[in-house]
């Protein structure tokens, strides 16, 4: 092993060039990072703790399960007493105005010589001072090199700065022997690391050119890009299709299938928009952020699940889908906002702003008791056209999503929880904003039929044969697999309710999306044996062939009205090419 810009100096040298100052040393057997956080003590008693829920996952993790041989040390080297006083907290006896530091470990599973870790499970904090800047010093082995959205400190090549604790725990890292490529938008590099198992099967030109092309529609779309450069940390699992990712600041974290299909383009797209949506143009309770508890903001239907329309809106206006893509993922968001009955029950704003009481208390990522990317994909359509009808393609969604850029810019606050609707208002006038009551603010349906119609579209029904297995699921909350729900046709008598599916022929479900998880069921062929994996409750593993039967569905598409009125057509025009110059 070699040292990479590691200099060794006292607690007190450390500290002077770094409020709180973290030196990171890859450990081989077992694989782990051994942590040391330095800062003077600006009190009797430090508090050291560390998140229990990562930024864009709402949902509790036991990161202070990975910490594990904390120790920490005052300046002459002596051991300070450490008290776990909660699960994610350490008090530490020290001196205020003296230095110390605390040194523990962390697990990083390596494969192939490459490691990859995230922030919230890395780095510890100091209770009170996550405003305070930070340096990173990392300690690699020979021949690794490193991919992060960290500012280099311009000390050495593995050293790094960030202005504050939540801005360096937003830069997850990717080190070791991997692949990697470049592409360069308006001077700014951008960076595809690559690890997993398939990154050999994986066709790197073309994933890219799909990423250079998602940069340039969003850079275009907003006027600029707002980083100084970008990291795309690719996990790649082997699957024709499928993805799920974490935004951050400068990079992303996505699991990508080696087919890299339709599915997993638009994943990529729908994270880098998150660069605006959600990380900058947020609500004013997500940042700075508080680590003990989930935040509770009612504003996640618009930034995950507008984030997931315009992913797919700007796809299509450049041209990169076509329109039959875009209105099947449509139609695919339709269904599954209109197939759950709690939406009479649950407004899509509750949907988001108690993501905590989902999941027994633990959160998720997807809402309580209804889906805010399906919903919020289903509003931002229905608000856009809404928008354009009611003036006269003066203001669309477009207006909204861009003053919040003008509002949320340049490290402005978030916006508050109200301001969502009093921009439809403002673009759309009163109508609209009594839609934003009736359709966000109350449980309920969305007239969904009668904002297609503003731009001349209709939903319709045809009969349409598929293979299927019998099996009607639900994505397990964990995303180990999926639950059965009921089992019949080739599935009866051989899988039963509560079964965790794990795997459907070759494929692995375990960390697939929604979306993902459907494609691997639509793969099945009639008549072709499929061999399908299950756990049940008392952990016994059932392994089963079952043969796919042909069924027929009501399939629900979207089609042009018998007749277009010419507003109906400027709508459906101005929509296409949006406000910013994309011509299809």
């Known amino acids: 092993m070699r040292t990479f810009a590691i200099c060794i100096v006292s607690f007190l040298g450390a500290v002077c060039r770094a409020d709180v100052e973290y030196r990171l040393t890859y450990v081989a057997s077992p694989s782990s990072l051994k942590v040391e956080m330095s800062a003077a003590a600006n009190a009797d008693k430090s508090d050291a703790k560390i998140p229990n829920w990562a930024p864009g996952a709402y949902v509790l993790a036991n990161f202070a399960q990975g910490v594990h041989d ?40 390596a494969a192939n010589e490459i490691i990859h870790f995230s922030g919230p499970s890395t780095y510890l904090y100091i209770e009170g001072r996550k405003n305070e800047k930070c340096s990173v010093t990392m300690t690699l082995p020979d021949g690794w090199k490193l991919a992060t959205g960290l500012d280099p400190s311009g000390r050495g090549p593995m050293e790094f700065s960030a202005p504050n ?24 590099t951008h960076t595809l690391a690559y690890r997993g198992a398939a990154v050999a099967k994986l066709d790197r030109a073309k994933v890219t050119a799909v990423c250079k092309q998602i940069t340039e529609i969003c850079s275009k779309f907003f006027g600029g890009l707002p980083y100084k450069r970008y990291v795309w940390h690719f996990n790649v699992f082997d699957a024709p299709d499928g993805g799920g990712g974490l935004e951050h600041l400068c990079s992303t974290q996505i699991s990508l299938s080696s087919g890299f ?146 509002m949320c810019r340049d490290g402005k606050p978030g916006f508050s929880e109200m301001e969502i609707r009093r921009l439809c208002k403002l673009y759309g006038g009163e109508v609209v904003q009594r839609l934003y009551d009736q359709w ?52 009866e008598g051989k899988l039963m309710p509560n079964d965790l599916i794990v795997s459907i022929g070759n494929q692995q479900l375990a960390g697939l999306t929604p979306r993902g998880i459907s494609a691997v069921f639509d793969s099945v062929s009639a008549n072709k044996p499929v061999h399908v994996v299950a756990v049940r409750k008392d952990g016994q593993q059932v392994s089963v062939d079952l043969v796919p039967a042909l069924y027929t569905r009501d399939v629900k598409l979207v089609t042009d009205l018998p007749r277009i009125s010419d507003e109906q057509k400027a709508v459906r025009t101005d929509w296409q090419r949006g406000g910013v110059g994309f011509n299809r």
Not at 165 to 188: C, M, Q, R
Not at 443 to 470: H, T, W
């Open 165 to 188: 604790y939540d801005v360096l725990i937003d830069n997850p890292v990717t080190a070791g022997k991997f692949e990697s490529d470049t592409y360069v938008v308006e001077g700014k």
């Open 440 to 491: 966000i603010a109350l449980p309920g349906d969305i007239q969904i039929e009668d904002a297609l119609a503003k731009a001349g579209y209709q939903i319709v029904s045809r009969k349409e044969d598929y293979a299927g297995l019998g099996i009607e699921y639900r994505p397990d909350p964990d995303r180990k697999g999926v639950r059965v729900i009921r089992a019949s046709g080739p599935s």
């Open 261 to 406: 299909g339709p599915g997993a383009q638009h994943v990529c797209a729908h994270e880098f928009f998150h660069l605006w949506n959600v990380k900058r143009i947020r609500s004013s309770v997500l940042g700075p952020f508080e680590y003990d508890f989930l935040p509770k903001t009612g504003a996640l239907w618009w930034l995950e699940g507008v984030t997931d329309y315009y992913s797919a809106l700007l796809l299509y206006r450049c041209g990169h889908f076509d329109e039959k893509w875009f209105w099947e993922e449509a139609m695919r968001n339709i269904n599954a906002f209109r197939s759950n009955a709690e939406r009479f029950n649950v407004s899509i704003y509750d949907a988001s702003f108690r993501v905590g009481e989902a999941n027994d208390g633990r959160g998720n990522s997807s809402g309580y008791k209804q889906n805010y990317y399906n919903a919020g994909w289903v509003a931002g359509l229905c608000l856009d056209l809404e928008i354009r009808a009611q003036s006269a393609n003066r203001n669309s969604l477009d207006s909204i999503e861009l003053a919040l850029w003008n």
């Open 70 to 109: 904390l120790k920490a040390y005052a300046d002459d080297l002596s051991e300070l007493k450490v008290e776990k006083v909660k699960d994610n907290d350490w008090r530490i006896d020290t001196q205020k105005g003296k230095p110390f530091k605390v040194v523990y470990f962390v697990n990083v599973p």
